[in-house]
């Protein structure tokens, strides 16, 4: 397959596209107020990556309402959002980049940050303190689990 072709990928490749866009698109605009509409973003990408989007087709792809994907288009948006074009075609790598997006998007929070400062140079026994504790006020607070790579924990049948 050539840049620029048609890619009909199957629709659990599409259903992730749509959900990975939308992931990306809320984690670089996370106030939902100031997020631009597609034709916005469209050209924000355009003027970018020198790419031709529009934002129709944009929207066609967060929504799921588009059902091929051509290699150009997924190039631009990675390239627009910082992701590897293969973000959108691989699980593992998925993970990985929703990993590290998470850890940005936490540092993005000055109490969190705040917090991470302040227990650098603390020993591994109070780090493993820290960490019980800031799990516990989790719990208490009805959040998801965060297990040690950052990302949300599966459920034990003890916490459900």
């Known amino acids: 397959m050539t840049r620029g072709q048609a890619r ?17 698109i809320a984690t670089v605009y996370p106030d939902e107020r100031k997020r ?54 691989n699980d593992g790598v998925a993970d990985r980049v929703n990993s590290q997006l998470a850890l ?5 929070d000055a109490q969190v940050r705040n917090l991470a400062l302040r227990a650098q140079g603390l ?11 800031v799990d516990d006020v989790r719990r208490m607070q009805d959040l998801p689990r965060i297990g040690d790579e950052g990302r949300e924990a599966p459920r ?5």
């Not at 009909?8 to 992931?23: C, S, V, Y």
């Not at 591994?124 to 820290?130: G, M, N, R």
């Open 8 to 24: 009909r990928p199957g629709a659990a490749t599409e259903r992730k596209i749509d959900e990975r866009l939308t992931a990306l």
């Open 36 to 89: 631009p509409g597609y034709a916005k973003l469209a050209e924000e990408i355009r003027e970018t990556t020198g790419r031709p989007i529009s934002g129709t087709y944009l929207w066609e792809l967060a929504t799921g309402k588009k059902s091929n994907v051509t290699l150009d288009h997924l190039d631009a948006l990675a390239e627009f959002f910082g992701v590897p074009t293969e973000y959108f075609l």
């Open 104 to 108: 940005a998007s936490a540092l993005g």
């Open 123 to 133: 020993s591994p026994a109070s780090l493993d303190a820290l960490l019980a504790m």
């Open 156 to 160: 034990t049948a003890a916490q459900d």
